[in-house]
């Protein structure tokens, strides 16, 4: 087998319709147009979605939902997660270096989730009041 010699397997494509060629070609006369109208014609606009002027489909449901374009570059940090930086003083380096946060990431804030067993030093990061307070109490302490 070579590649010249490759083709479709038989009857995996169809011939393209050729419309206009006579009654007997099966699309003759109007070549599957209908009768009259707009669409009946060479060059009848359609907008897609058009109704007629009775107001269109996507204009009547409402608009739904929202896509942040920060959500990329925020991060939120579990407490717990902290334990896992092996860092001494956590920045927003380390905690991508770890894969805690992605790396698109330019923020990131340090939630009260879960416990934390170690005392950590946290640099450059913001923290909530009760992530502030479970840090204090494990020994650690916060750089601004």
């Not at 913001?126 to 916060?142: E, L, P």
Request: aromatic share 2%; proline share 3%; with cysteine.
């Amino acid at each position: 087998m070579r590649l010249n010699d490759i083709k479709p397997g038989s009857g995996s494509r169809r011939a393209r319709l050729r419309v206009g060629r006579g009654a007997s070609a099966g699309q003759g006369k109007t070549c599957g147009r209908g009768v009259k109208g707009q669409r009946a014609r060479k060059g009848g606009y359609h907008k897609v979605g058009f109704e007629g002027g009775q107001m269109p489909l996507q204009r009547r449901l409402p608009k739904v939902g929202f896509r942040s374009g920060m959500k990329a570059t925020r991060a939120e940090v579990r407490l717990h997660e902290l334990g896992g930086v092996a860092a001494e003083v956590i920045d927003l380096a380390a905690l991508k270096q770890a894969g805690i946060v992605p790396a698109a990431a330019t923020r990131a804030k340090v939630v009260l989730s879960g416990k934390l067993a170690k005392a950590v030093t946290l640099k450059g990061v913001a923290v909530t009041r009760g992530a502030r307070a479970a840090i204090a109490a494990a020994g650690g302490r916060i750089e601004d």
